[in-house]
T-cell receptor
Framework: GENVEQHPSTLSVQEGDSAVIKCTYS??????FPWYKQELGKRPQLIID???NVGEKKDQRIAVTLNKTAKHFSLHITETQPEDSAVYFC?????????WGAGTKLIIKP | EAGVAQSPRYKIIEKRQSVAFWCNPI?????LYWYQQILGQGPKLLIQ????????DSQLPKDRFSAERLKGVDSTLKIQPAKLEDSAVYLC?????????????FGPGTRLTVT
């Protein structure tokens, strides 16, 4: 079945630096790739998504890139801030549902 | 707009007991999801409803879990009997459509501890 792999599981960066989280998927029919942020003890919330008809999408300090040929997509956060500390999940749609990655814990060091 | 509501927020039960969770999705959202999130893992879909019909329940342990959405609005998820490995956060989410390619809005979750 569909599988989404996410790396790294933990990422520690200095405040102000950039962070990159990578995901790969297996279902060639997937065409929707959202990223959710989950702060400690809170619910997951959508921060950005991309559809297969575009290769890159930006929203202020966050951007997502998609390579359909290689079946991978990445989340880029620039100028990281303390409030970026959270667990980030990637996902890909497959057969009417979302398949989720295992998550990346992003730690912002002061 | 009001968000997805869930209750209770926390529940502690002993193994072999039963428990029920309730979810009220965003008004007008036809699709409702129940996820199980074990600490340190991503959400795992248990069941997906489109209105009051089941779209996918392939990962629902049907020997102990059941869910319903009788009037196509509120939903309940039940576990009977509970096992230690059922300790997790149970998240309810809703979406405008069922294709899997639209934003899912999550409720605050119910943290279940089975002792």
């Amino acid at each position: 079945g569909e599988n989404v792999e996410q790396h790294p599981s933990t990422l520690s960066v200095q405040e102000g630096d950039s962070a990159v989280i990578k995901c790969t998927y297996s279902d060639s029919a997937s065409n929707y790739f959202p990223w959710y942020k989950q702060e400690l003890g809170k619910r997951p919330q959508l921060i950005i998504d991309i559809r297969s008809n575009v290769g890159e999408k930006k929203d202020q300090r966050i951007a997502v890139t998609l390579n359909k040929t290689a079946k991978h997509f990445s989340l880029h956060i620039t100028e990281t801030q303390p409030e970026d500390s959270a667990v980030y999940f990637c996902a890909a749609n497959s057969n009417y549902q979302l398949i989720w990655g295992a998550g990346t814990k992003l730690i912002i060091k002061p | 707009e009001a968000g997805v509501a869930q209750s209770p927020r926390y529940k502690i039960i002993e193994k072999r007991q039963s428990v029920a969770f309730w979810c009220n999705p965003i008004s007008g959202h036809a699709t409702l999801y129940w996820y199980q999130q074990i600490l340190g893992q991503g959400p795992k879909l248990l069941i997906q409803f489109q209105n009051n019909g089941v779209v996918d329940d392939s990962q629902l342990p049907k020997d102990r879990f059941s869910a319903e959405r009788l009037k196509g609005v509120d939903s309940t998820l039940k576990i009977q009997p509970a096992k230690l490995e059922d300790s997790a956060v149970y998240l309810c989410a809703s979406s405008t459509r069922t294709s899997g390619s639209y934003e899912q809005y999550f409720g605050p979750g119910t943290r279940l501890t089975v002792t």
